[in-house]
């Protein structure tokens, strides 16, 4: 059995919750998901703790943060 990993990337992250990665990244930025960046750059990639996936999971969040930022991306 494969060990899960400590941290994702927001691309395998959106993939085992079948959301899409800008979403994910949204999210991030809106708080809605804790994730760190690998270095103090702005733009260095963010990874995300396997902990959130069993939060979002947990609680069905995914479904709250799809309509979070779907309301932002409206202007609401």
């Known amino acids: 059995m494969e060990k ?3 941290f994702y990337s927001v691309t395998k992250f959106a993939e085992k919750l079948a959301m ?3 979403t994910v990244r ?3 930025e809106d708080g809605h998901i804790s994730a760190c960046r690998l270095t103090t750059a702005s733009k260095s ?3 995300i703790p396997s ?3 069993i939060r979002i999971m947990e609680f069905k969040l995914e479904e ?3 309509k979070e930022v779907q309301k932002r ?3 609401k």
């Open 4 to 6: 899960e990993p400590d």
């Open 20 to 22: 899409h990665p800008n």
């Open 26 to 28: 949204k999210a991030i």
């Open 45 to 47: 990639p963010f990874r």
């Open 51 to 53: 902990s959130e996936i």
């Open 64 to 66: 709250v943060i799809e």
């Open 73 to 75: 991306l409206e202007g």
